[in-house]
């Protein structure tokens, strides 16, 4: 089983609308992650979370909102989506003693019509 | 200037062919740098790191890191159909927590 887990895998939405991406890990790490991915731009930092208590707003958190619910799982929500919210949406962890490793889920992909 | 600069690519090499890929970055207080593999529909998972300039090998890859100009390489020797994927360097500092990740080059090696 994977290690990184991210549901759903794909989603279509329209404009307005709230959505929750979810994500788990049984790695067992203290730190997680959400990123977007688009085509040029690469992966940009949302949000992180370095334990259940610790959100962190990273470069491009506007109209996103997370919730740490427990040390495994990391949601993320677009709390009204808009179409330049469609994007490849990457969940990470990381254990707290890794420098250089994040460990990454399949994405999920989401249209924003 | 953005932090982190990659060749755009895509990049389409026969089998066998050496492969250079590069990112150049502006941050100087980086000390950790990276290579990420993401394979298509994939999260990227990590392929090599290395704390300093100077090379570090690791079977047909070897990541190259020049401290002074800025810049690093990656260096795929006889590649490989199983090669192609969209390799994202990535960097970190020794007193930031987060990565900040090129944009990536798509890589296609042709059998």
């Known amino acids: 089983d994977a290690d990184v887990t991210q549901t759903p895998r794909n989603r279509i939405t329209k404009t307005g609308k709230r959505i929750m991406l979810e994500c788990s890990q049984t790695?067992?790490?203290?730190?997680m992650y959400w990123y977007r991915q688009d085509p040029g731009l690469g992966l940009r930092l949302i949000y992180y979370?370095?334990?259940?208590?610790?959100?962190n707003k990273g470069e491009i958190s506007d109209g996103y909102s997370v919730s740490r619910q427990a040390q495994a799982k990391f949601s993320l929500s677009l709390e009204s989506a808009i179409p330049n919210q469609t994007a490849l949406y990457f969940c990470?962890?990381?254990?707290?003693?890794?420098?250089?490793?994040?460990?990454f889920g399949p994405g999920t992909r989401l249209l924003v019509l | 200037q953005k932090e982190v600069e990659q060749d755009p690519g895509p990049l389409s090499v026969p089998e066998g062919a050496i492969v250079s890929l590069n990112c150049t970055y502006s941050?100087?207080?980086?000390?950790?740098f990276m290579w990420y593999r993401q394979y298509s529909r994939k999260g990227p998972e990590l392929l090599m790191y290395?704390?300093?300039?100077g090379n570090k090998e690791d079977g047909r890859f070897t990541a190259q890191v020049d401290k002074s100009s800025k810049y690093i390489s990656l260096f795929i020797r006889d590649s490989q159909p199983s090669d192609s994927a969209t390799y994202l360097c990535?960097?970190?500092?020794?007193?930031?927590?987060?990565?900040?990740f090129g944009p990536g080059t798509r890589l296609s090696v042709l059998p």
């Open positions: 790695k067992g790490h203290d730190r």
């Open positions: 990535a960097f970190r500092d020794n007193y930031g927590q987060n990565f900040v």
């Open positions: 990470a962890s990381q254990g707290a003693a890794d420098q250089e490793t994040q460990y």
């Open positions: 941050n100087s207080a980086f000390q950790y």
């Open positions: 290395t704390y300093s300039s």
């Open positions: 979370s370095f334990d259940v208590k610790d959100i």
